[in-house]
């Protein structure tokens, strides 16, 4: 939250834990609903009749879903990205190339947010898709990106949400993860070693000007076929191929 909004407005911050609880949860009902955050059910059904009649939920039986009308506002915030449209095609050659999962991502409020992910024959589905937000920490997109950010940038973004683990493999001290980002900053790409996901290892390498990082590139799959050389030096060749092609239309784009 920015730091200017003294006093949030309640009833505003009441819509969208309704929306992300019901996101989260592929639906709920109002009782449900009011149990989970706290609020009457009265208020509640309010805000959902209001949603409702908005086209921002659809009522389904007992129970209330996103309404495809935030399709709309998703594409709008995806378009304002020139990151989204440029490294989209190199997204659907490692596609190609490797038969996995790739994503291009980028940092917004202290997190990863996936701008665009597509999948090969042989990928694994799991909770990550275009839109998710995780943490930094635990994904080799988030490594990648963390590794050029100041210091004292990093600092703020872990004392705001901390280093929750998420696996055993979880970087849970700042010494841990801060000596990762020097090694990532050196030789240029990240790996997720099962550090959010079990069984599901990623390697990501981040996208600059020369100054800035814009975002990551990366490419995720099972542990089992993401090993050896292929995954610790064929692998984050192919994904720096990549993002050299991205970055140089970035510059002239």
Not at 48 to 74: A, H, I, W
Not at 134 to 151: E, F, R
Not at 215 to 224: D, F, R, T
């Amino acid at each position: 939250m920015p730091d200017d909004v003294k006093k949030p407005i309640k009833s505003t911050e009441t819509v969208f834990s309704i929306i992300e609880y019901i996101a989260e949860n592929n639906g709920a009902g109002v009782t449900e609903l009011a149990s989970q955050i706290n609020k009457a059910k009265s208020t509640v059904h309010n805000h959902l009749r209001t949603l409702e009649m908005n086209e921002y939920v659809v009522k389904k039986d007992d129970q209330y879903v996103l309404g495809y009308r935030f399709l709309t506002l998703g594409g709008k915030a995806r378009r304002r990205s020139a990151l989204f449209e440029i490294a989209k095609p190199e997204i659907n050659w490692l596609v190609e190339e490797t038969g996995e999962s790739a994503c291009v991502a980028t940092e917004e409020y202290g997190k990863v947010v996936y701008l665009y992910q597509a999948r090969g024959e042989q990928a694994v589905t799991t909770d990550s898709q275009t839109g998710t937000r995780v943490l930094p920490h635990s994904t080799a997109l988030g490594k990648a990106i963390l590794s050029h950010y100041p210091k004292e940038e990093v600092e703020a973004l872990l004392e705001t949400h901390g280093l929750p683990q998420r696996t055993e493999n979880t970087h849970t001290t700042r010494e841990e993860l801060f000596s990762e980002l020097k090694i990532i900053r050196e030789q240029g790409y990240a790996f997720d070693d099962e550090e959010r996901i079990e069984g599901l290892r990623c390697v990501a390498a981040p996208i600059t000007d020369g100054e800035n990082v814009w975002g990551a590139l990366s490419v995720s799959g099972p542990a089992k076929r993401l090993q050896g050389d292929w995954y610790r030096e064929e692998l984050p060749e192919l994904i720096r191929r990549a993002v050299r092609v991205v970055e140089i239309n970035l510059t002239y784009s």
